[in-house]
């Protein structure tokens, strides 16, 4: 059996992933769209999310695909109406907002998934089975792709909010907060903000434990989403985004692609919703947070699309 849910906000990442990933699923009924310009073919679309939570009670889940500044107000409005909200990354402006949130929910007996679809990625799980175990000695983050390939005339990403650098970023911390043994804190962080810019085009972090992490958004070329941890007992390698595990050198797991991850968001918004739970882990972006309060600040080049 099918439930309905409705996407909101037709955008880049709602086309990309969600809309096929609903396609697929055997647990969802892509039922309307919320979008001012944005629509899917063949889908009731509505360009008023407060007409549509009047004209549709029928529909019980809202997946929020909006840049996270817009996307409080959606939320707070479909839990109000008694829906369930899944939250694309990251799950708000502030944490603030996101502890609001699960608060609403949990009063209302409803689920929020704040999700991270990069721990969905296909090496995530045995990389946290491996290292389980394992003394950590060092890690590092190795996060450079290009804006523009990813981003193209988003100008959202530059603005107050929209977190720069740190919209990818936040990724590789997902990825890194599920898998350690144990947690780490950032104790330094070198920002590097285009002049015309208010969010960071590039990012150096240094956390506790010998962890570190380096995001640019100025590569061309190939991309890298790497995550390197030298254990007590040898090293692991998270490649493609999570996708691919190495160990010492050999490829020991995952699946060279990025497909699987949004299929398994929605596949655990279903368990979520049979269980009656919500899932809203904030540690990522923690971590946003305290480079954005700790980082040094170093101006640099204009950005333009
Ligand atoms: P996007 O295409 O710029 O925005 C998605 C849609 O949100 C827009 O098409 C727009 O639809 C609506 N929207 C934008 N600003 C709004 C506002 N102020 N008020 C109401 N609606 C607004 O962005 P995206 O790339 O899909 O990213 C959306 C979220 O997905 C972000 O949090 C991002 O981090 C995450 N994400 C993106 C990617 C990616 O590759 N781009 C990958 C993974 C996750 P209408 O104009 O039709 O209303």
């Known amino acids: 059996m099918t439930t309905k ?23 969802w009924d892509l039922a309307a769209t919320i979008s001012r310009h944005g629509q899917v073919p063949g889908i009731p679309a509505f360009a008023d999310f407060a007409t549509f939570l009047a004209d549709r009670p029928d529909i019980p889940v809202v997946s929020l695909c909006l840049p996270p500044v817009p996307r409080f107000d959606y939320a707070d409005a479909a839990l109000k109406a008694g829906r369930h909200v899944m939250l694309e ?93 144990t947690p780490v804190h950032l104790t330094r962080a070198m920002l590097e903000f285009p002049a015309n810019r208010q969010t960071p085009i590039a990012a150096q972090l240094t956390f506790s434990n010998n962890v570190s992490a380096d995001f640019d958004w100025r590569q061309q ?56 739970a919500s899932d809203v882990d904030l540690a990522p972006m923690v971590h946003v947070a305290d480079a954005l309060t700790l980082g040094e600040r170093i101006t640099t080049d204009a950005f333009d699309f």
């Open 221 to 276: 070329g190939p991309q890298t989403w790497d995550i390197i941890v030298q254990t007590d007992r040898g090293q692991l390698a998270l490649r493609m985004g999570g996708n691919v595990l190495e160990i010492d050198g050999q490829p020991t797991a995952g699946e060279n692609t990025i497909m699987g991850e949004y299929p398994a968001l929605y596949a655990r918004m279903a368990d979520l919703l049979r269980t009656g």
């Open 5 to 27: 849910i409705a996407l909101v906000g037709i955008g880049k990442i709602a086309l990309d992933q969600h809309v096929p990933a609903l396609a697929a699923s055997p647990d």
């Open 89 to 181: 990354k990251p799950p708000g402006a502030t944490l603030a907002e996101v502890h609001t949130l699960e608060a609403m929910a949990r009063e209302r007996g409803l689920t929020l998934f704040a999700t991270w679809h990069s721990r969905m990625a296909h090496a995530v799980a045995p990389a946290k089975a491996w290292l389980k175990d394992k003394t950590v000695r060092q890690a590092h983050i190795t996060w450079r792709e290009d804006v523009r390939k990813w981003h193209p005339g988003q100008d959202w990403v530059f603005q107050p909010g929209g977190m720069g650098v740190f919209d990818p970023g936040i990724n590789a911390l997902s990825i890194l907060t599920e898998i350690l043994p």
